[in-house]
């Protein structure tokens, strides 16, 4: 009965040992200070502005095409505010361009002048109302916003 017990606690201690030493190593990035914790918050800060801001845009931009059949030019004319009043925790521009809501953030989150670029898709006689393809600069974008893809910047 003792031995089980000393292989028991020894098996127990060996799980811990193998599961502090993965976790000691398997999140450290060379040359890199983030922890898996500053990612979820940078994702979290993300998706947090990217919601606000664009959740009112959407609406306005879809009752916008429905009563005009075509698209706004500009912020103002769905009745939002200017392009930089928008500002969040990472958030630094929200901008309608025709079919198109740019949303460009800071450094928090990853990279300064990061964007998420959202394209209207009105559907057949707008019967079901608009769908939104979302495309972004942002390397891990999907973990994010998962129905978001990821397009390697120009040039870069």
């Known amino acids: 009965m003792k031995k089980m017990f000393f292989d028991f606690v020894v098996t127990v ?33 993300v998706h947090s502005d990217f919601q606000r801001a664009t959740d009112r845009a959407k609406s306005a931009m879809a009752e916008y095409y429905a009563s005009h059949h075509s698209w706004p030019a500009k912020n103002e004319d769905v009745g939002l ?8 925790e990472s958030l630094r521009r929200m901008e309608i361009m025709g079919p198109v809501i740019n949303l460009i953030f800071d450094a928090k989150s990853g990279a300064d002048g990061s964007r998420i670029t959202l394209n209207a898709l009105p559907t ?18 999907a973990m994010i916003l998962p129905t978001c893809k990821y397009a390697k910047p120009y040039g870069g």
Do not use: E
């Not at 006689?125 to 393809?133: P, R, V």
């Open 81 to 88: 505010p200017p392009p930089d009043s928008y500002r969040g």
């Open 124 to 141: 057949p006689d707008m019967a079901m109302g608009i769908s939104w393809d979302c495309i972004s600069n942002i390397a891990d974008i």
């Open 13 to 45: 201690a060996a799980v811990f040992v193998g599961l502090f030493i993965y976790d000691k190593f398997h999140g450290a990035r060379a040359g890199s200070d983030l922890t898996s914790g500053a990612v979820a918050d940078r994702g979290r800060t």
